[in-house]
């Protein structure tokens, strides 16, 4: 419920897109797990046990999507519980006599109805029964988001602007290709997936905007200034007046494009390039002024409503993405687990440490194989544009299984008639630090190394990139996490092997400072930074990077590192 005030006041939140945006609030409480009792008038009856249906028809197909994927491991035999359990008609009779007898509406139904079973197994003192208690939590959960995805995707307005407590990167990108301008997260850290997307679609955000659901009333006027961190609620029209002004002269700004130049003052050139994970990336990543696309998330095939999995449907994506990109495209297998885990049906106690990126790949072959099939066909189409990046390497033993599937499937693509490229790139992130700290070791095992600063943060400071209570820890440019990056960088060149950075580091002026004086040369960030990052290394000499990095490497703290760059530059 919102409170009452009426006077203009503003919520505090953190700058994770900069911008502006004046518009209508949409509410989305996604992660509302207690569902309140809705009255329902007799005559909607019919519409939401029609939505319920529809619903568990959605589920049963996404979860048999799954299980045909997943043959290999005990996931399958979870999915199948879970499907037997959605198909229980006694389910369904509960759920249809709440709605017609008590008047109460589809998701409070369904709430209730699992809630009452998990009740009765939990009293029933059965291990056996015990044990299928999280299935149903957890179908209770996946039915509650279906019926209210149907809800809130259609109800979003041009302009409008989402207040969430978070949100998956696929809902958020139906939602801006229906026309929403800004999103307030309650949840989260600069880095979380979602924050990252928005950012890359230009649109202006902030996270960790403490009870913005509860505060912001639907329908009404708001206005986001993310470069400050703030939402205006019940702005006043003097208010709205200045920050129209100020959102023109935004406009006007962001016409900010790319100089042609690609070189520092004495003449050293660099690279710039965009990360994406959408189609409708595509555009902001052309006008950026970026050399191409460093790094292409593909998990946005998996989630969302339209799961696009199979090999003809991967294949279609990625040349679509190449046919729209000129220079390369570094393009990453599925990082399933982590925050990039909405409907995998495994709960973990540690996710960012558990079946994440490559090791979920190595178990799970076809998901792996398809992939690979669909990356190998375009390359094959594409020579010299597609490289094949492996995200969450910990252990050098993962990039050999990786190499000897790509030559399996070289080799059954040629048999097969088809054009392959047989030089097709492969490298790895470096996330994790045992691979910075034995980055020569790895280096000579692959053609190129890329740096994801955003986990390689998270596991040397030991702080969850997405969690509000401890985002001031998530320190990318922290002095530790240099000198691993610069151990990388010193690995890699021994070993004779490119590196670059893709991580949101890559975007931050003072990291990019740093990780050009390190040598890096190839940087890859959210299309919006590609005009500013240019700015920055087209303004200095080499040397002067160079000196920079050396100083800020024996500093002992961040904010250290923030003066000296402030007196530097
Ligand atoms: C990273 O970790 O820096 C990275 C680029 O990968 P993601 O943000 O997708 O985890
Ligand atoms: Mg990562």
Not at 46 to 69: I, P, Q, V, W, Y
Not at 137 to 161: H, M, P, T, W
Not at 497 to 522: N, P, Q
Request: aromatic fraction near 6%.
């Amino acid at each position: 419920m919102s409170t009452a005030k009426t006077q203009e006041y503003t919520i505090q939140g953190k700058p994770a897109a900069s911008g502006i945006a004046i518009g209508k609030a949409v509410i989305i409480n996604s992660e509302s797990k207690t569902i309140t009792p809705t009255s329902i008038k007799k005559k909607e009856a019919a519409d939401h046990k029609e939505r319920f249906l529809e619903s568990k028809k959605n589920l049963t197909a996404k979860l048999e999507e799954m299980s045909g994927e997943l043959k290999d491991t005990t996931t399958a035999e979870i999915i199948d519980t879970q499907q037997q359990i959605i198909q229980d008609p006694e389910i369904e009779k509960s759920v249809f006599d709440i709605i017609d007898n008590k008047l109460l509406s589809v998701d409070f139904a369904i709430y209730q109805t699992y809630c009452t079973f998990i009740e009765r197994l939990k009293e029933s003192g059965s291990e056996l029964f015990r044990q299928r208690i999280i299935d149903l939590e957890d179908i209770r959960d996946q039915f509650i988001a279906e019926v209210c995805d149907q809800k809130n995707l259609k109800s979003i307005k041009k302009g409008s602007i989402i207040i969430t407590r978070e949100i998956s990167p696929t809902d958020l990108v139906s939602y801006y290709e229906d026309g929403a301008t800004g999103l307030i997260m309650e949840k989260g850290g600069t880095t979380a997936h979602a924050a990252i997307i928005a950012k890359s679609l230009g649109m202006p955000c902030i996270v960790n905007a403490k009870r913005a659901t509860k505060e912001a009333v639907k329908n009404e006027t708001i206005i986001l200034n993310a470069d400050e961190g703030m939402v205006i609620l019940r702005p006043s029209d003097k208010t709205v007046k200045s920050y129209k002004a100020k959102l023109k002269a935004q406009k006007k700004a962001s016409k900010l494009t790319c100089s042609n130049d690609f070189e520092t003052t004495d003449g050293v050139s660099f690279k710039l390039m965009a990360n994406i994970e959408f189609e409708a990336e595509l555009d902001n990543a052309a006008k950026s002024g970026s050399q191409g696309v460093g790094l292409l998330r593909t998990e946005g095939l998996l989630f969302g409503k339209r799961v696009r999995n199979s090999p003809a449907e991967q294949q279609e994506f990625y040349e679509q993405i190449v046919a729209g990109t000129e220079g390369p495209v570094t393009i990453r297998l599925f990082d399933i687990g982590g925050d990039k885990n909405a409907r995998r049906p495994h709960k973990e106690a540690n996710p960012f440490l558990g079946w994440r990126g490559i090791r979920l790949l190595l178990d799970e072959k076809k998901l792996l194989r398809n992939q690979l099939q669909a990356i190998l066909t375009v390359a094959g189409k594409y020579p010299g544009r597609v490289k094949v990046l492996v995200p969450m390497i910990s252990v050098i033993d993962e990039v050999r299984q990786i190499r000897n599937e790509i030559e399996k499937i070289q080799k059954d693509l040629l048999s097969s008639g088809m054009d392959i490229d047989e030089k097709v790139p492969l490298g790895l992130m470096v996330e994790v630090p045992s691979v910075a700290l034995s980055a020569y070791q790895f280096a000579k095992e692959v053609d190129f190394m890329s740096i994801g600063s955003n986990d390689l943060t998270q596991y040397t400071l030991a702080v969850d990139r997405g969690n509000e209570r401890i985002h001031t820890l998530f320190q990318h440019y922290h002095p530790s996490v240099l000198k691993l990056i610069k151990m990388t960088v010193d690995g890699a060149r021994k070993a004779d092997v490119e590196i670059s950075v893709c991580g949101e580091l890559a975007g931050d002026e003072i990291g990019v400072a740093c990780l050009f004086g390190f040598g890096i040369k190839e940087l890859s960030m959210v299309p919006s930074s590609v005009p500013t990052i240019n700015k920055l290394l087209c303004s200095k000499s080499s040397e002067e990077f160079t000196e920079l990095a050396n100083q800020a490497i024996e500093l002992s703290s961040s904010e250290e590192l923030e003066q000296l760059y402030g007196e530097w530059k």
